[in-house]
């Protein structure tokens, strides 16, 4: 869900304890000097050759690569919640122009040009937010409705580029809607009941997070009984045309092992600031409680809404990375890493990203040796949309034991 931070519009891992001290030692034995034994030896008072210090082979881990990203659902809710108290017909209005927005925003294109990027940076595991999904319903006579599952489309763009990614783990979050569809052009009029059968056309958004890995990394798997997800006690509701709307923030986490080392990787999209920064401050306390729970080293991705600079929502990020995490983005070595957000249709040829509210952080054993963006010029020049998402992407390369 989308608000830039400019204008509070919807917007829908540091190092970690590093691997044992290498240890050596150097035996001296007592200074008597040497002699030459009968039998041309020596004797048991020379001091012996020094021996150089041996490290210690690390017993499980090594370089691991993930990535982070926003998918962007394509169009911005807000103008269809400030609608709503206009009246239920101007809110149907909205809501539509959303759902066309969202169409125009071409997400099969812009998936290729993200399969592309995966398939240059040939991350090990994703974190994906807004993996969204439009669903419509026709129930009179007219031209089809586009529908579309971004998991899928992701999928199949993937595969086109010869990758080979699975789903370790979902966050099932909001699901908004269904609505009535008004639009005359497409043979969609009024409803004519509260009942969906008596609405000619409709349309439902439902959003999710998720967890991908690449099944061609070797020696890194997964337990499936150990994924886990779930909503957060505190959500941010709006009351639209009579219905009680939340949106649903989640998380997913799953405990896994890359050539002998534990950790628990996990996904979150927390809401965002402005009037909705106490839920999110709360939520990020519950992120924390939960992927801690059990856990020795963990890694965590998400579109977390709290600007590590303070410009944005700052309490929340502070609540990440004193109490628990460390952030593996390191200014001084990576840059700025600014990742949010381009403008609503991705129409601006410029880059407008002013914020870092993507994040990736790590505890335990875990440190980062570099971070940086990708998505951080568009992908072709015209026709629009220009950009993959109006978020950047997050890859860090982390050293784990």
Aim: proline share 6%.
């Amino acid at each position: 869900m989308r608000s830039t931070v400019r204008s509070s519009r919807m917007r829908i891992v540091s190092a970690g304890i590093a691997a044992g001290a290498m240890v050596g030692a150097v035996l001296v034995a007592g200074a008597v000097p040497a002699q030459a034994a009968p039998d041309g030896g020596k004797l048991s008072g020379e001091v012996p050759k020094r021996v150089a210090p041996k490290r210690e082979v690390p017993k499980g881990g090594g370089k691991l690569k993930v990535m982070t990203q926003n998918l962007y659902l394509g169009a911005d809710l807000f103008p269809a919640i400030e609608a709503a108290n206009q009246g239920t017909t101007e809110f149907l209005l909205a809501a539509a122009q959303v759902y066309q927005g969202a169409m125009a925003s071409d997400f099969p294109t812009r998936a290729a040009a993200f399969a592309k990027t995966v398939k240059q940076e040939k991350p090990d595991i994703i974190g994906l937010q807004e993996v969204s999904e439009w669903i419509t319903n026709r129930n009179v006579p007219g031209p089809d409705l586009e529908s579309q599952d971004f998991l899928k489309i992701v999928k199949k763009a993937l595969a086109a580029e010869g990758l080979k990614y699975k789903v370790a783990g979902i966050s099932q979050n909001a699901t908004i809607g269904p609505f009535p569809y008004l639009d005359p052009a497409a043979s969609c009029g009024a409803p004519s009941g509260i009942l969906p059968s008596g609405w000619p056309c409709s349309i439902q958004l439902k959003d999710r997070d998720v967890i991908l890995v690449n099944t061609k990394t070797k020696k890194l798997s997964y337990k499936k009984k150990s994924v886990k997800s779930g909503l957060y006690s505190a959500q941010q509701t709006f009351v639209i045309a009579g219905q009680t709307i939340s949106f649903g923030r989640g998380w997913v986490y799953a405990d896994m092992n890359y050539k002998g080392a534990n950790f628990r990787f996990a996904n979150t999209h927390l809401e965002v600031g402005g009037i909705s920064a106490p839920i999110q401050e709360k939520q990020a306390k519950q992120f924390v409680k939960v992927v801690k729970k059990g856990a020795g080293t963990v890694i965590a991705t998400g579109d977390f809404n709290t600007d590590a600079y303070g410009q944005y929502s700052p309490k929340s990020y502070k609540i990440l990375t004193r109490s628990y995490f460390r952030d593996m983005w390191k200014p001084k070595r990576d840059g700025r890493g600014l990742s949010c957000c381009q403008n609503a249709d991705l129409s601006n040829p410029v880059s407008e990203n002013e914020t870092r509210i993507d994040l990736v952080l790590g505890r335990g054993k875990v440190r980062a040796q570099k971070s940086f963006n990708t998505n951080v010029t568009p992908f072709r020049d015209a026709p629009v949309p220009l950009w993959e998402s109006d978020h950047g992407g997050v890859v860090s390369t982390l050293r784990i034991s």
